[in-house]
Nanobody, 126 residues
Framework: QVQLVESGGGLVQAGGSLRLSCSAS????????MGWFRQAPGKDREFVAGIRASGGFTYYADSVKGRFTISRDNAKNTVYLQMNSLKPEDTAVYYC???????????????????WGQGTQVTVSS
């Protein structure tokens, strides 16, 4: 069983930056793709960004493209989400998730991810 623990959330003003981290237990971290999702109050959870196991391919939701960057350090069993130019509409609980299936593209659906963290709150004030 893999456990994921997010950190780095907090309160930031619009235009500011935050870097989220997701640490994974287990020795198979480098073999599966990772994703970040978010859920705003009253809304469904949505895909934000994903990265392949090797880190060589990434994919972003249109709403964050150009502002967010996903990366991973397989030696540290950690995936990151650098968030710049934050907007109030980025306010949400952010979750990291692991996808054990090798795909030709990055999974963007919740059901494609089998391991989930507990989430970290990001609040962007206007």
């Amino acid at each position: 069983q893999v456990q994921l623990v997010e950190s780095g959330g907090g309160l930031v003003q619009a235009g500011g930056s935050l870097r989220l981290s997701c640490s994974a237990s287990g020795r198979t971290f480098s073999s599966y793709a990772m994703g970040w999702f978010r859920q705003a109050p009253g809304k469904d959870r949505e895909f934000v960004a994903g990265i392949r196991a090797s880190g060589g391919f990434t994919y972003y939701a249109d709403s964050v493209k150009g502002r967010f960057t996903i990366s991973r350090d397989n030696a540290k069993n950690t995936v990151y989400l650098q968030m710049n130019s934050l907007k109030p509409e980025d306010t949400a609980v952010y979750y990291c998730a692991g996808d054990v299936v090798t795909r030709s593209t990055i999974g963007t659906r919740e059901y494609q991810y089998v391991f989930w963290g507990q989430g970290t709150q990001v609040t962007v004030s206007s």
